[in-house]
């Protein structure tokens, strides 16, 4: 089974700054990488997935990751932040019997 | 688009009650699960269902059970609740055979007094 781990748990940015937050998941056969965003008072969104092909991989809102499979990561990048990307961020990755989710990592960004 | 609609928003409780979260998806999804989400700690599993009247527990399934009668239904019970269940309870579904991730709901935020 897969477990993952996020080490930021709470990050604050300025407007237009740029964001990375790390995910590393441990080795277990096939891989699919999932990160999901809880904005404030809202339900869990898919904000990407990998699966195979293109490590580089595109979500919404601008956001992207990289899977780096020599360093078992899957980093959450995105060139310029904006306020309304305040959220809890979370990676997962699929464990025994469901997704298994890291701790978290909320992003506040200030105007 | 996939819905899971949680029945309750917000929800007090008295220690020892017994207290029923209702789940409901429309997408004719075989998977559902039932996660709790506390601060540093993110999203556990506490049971999942891959059919009707099939039941699997989960990371922390003690002071939990579930219910699945119909495929569009999941149901987790508090069979007595108690403090450390306060907690936000996320309901979740997915089709293991087209596989996208999972469509949460919006959660039941749960006080146990």
């Known amino acids: 089974a897969q477990s993952v781990s996020q080490h930021n748990h709470h990050v604050i940015l300025s407007e237009a700054a740029s964001l990375e937050l790390g995910c590393n998941y441990s080795y277990g056969g096939t891989v699919n990488l999932f990160w999901y965003v809880q904005y404030p008072g809202q339900h869990l969104q898919l904000l990407l997935k990998?699966?195979?092909?293109?490590?580089l991989v595109k979500g919404i809102k601008g956001f992207e990751a990289e899977f780096i499979k020599s360093k078992f990561s899957f980093n959450l990048r995105k060139p310029s932040v904006q306020w309304s990307d305040t959220a809890e961020y979370f990676c997962a990755v699929p464990g025994r019997r469901a997704l298994t989710f890291g701790s978290g990592t909320r992003l506040q960004v200030q105007p | 688009d996939v819905k899971v609609t949680q029945s309750s928003r917000y929800l007090v409780k008295r220690t020892g009650e017994k207290v029923f979260l209702e789940c409901v998806q429309d997408?004719?999804?075989?998977?559902m699960f039932w996660y709790r989400q506390d601060p540093g700690l993110g999203l556990r599993l506490i049971y999942f269902s891959y059919d009707v009247k099939m039941k699997e527990k989960g990371d922390i399934p003690e002071g939990y059970s579930v219910s699945r009668e119909k495929k569009e239904r999941f149901s987790l019970i508090l069979e007595s609740a108690s403090t450390n269940q306060t907690s936000m309870y996320l309901c979740a579904s997915s089709n293991p055979r087209v596989f996208h991730g999972y469509t949460f709901g919006s959660g039941t935020r749960l006080t146990v007094v």
């Open positions: 990998y699966f195979s092909g293109d490590p």
């Open positions: 997408m004719d999804h075989e998977n």
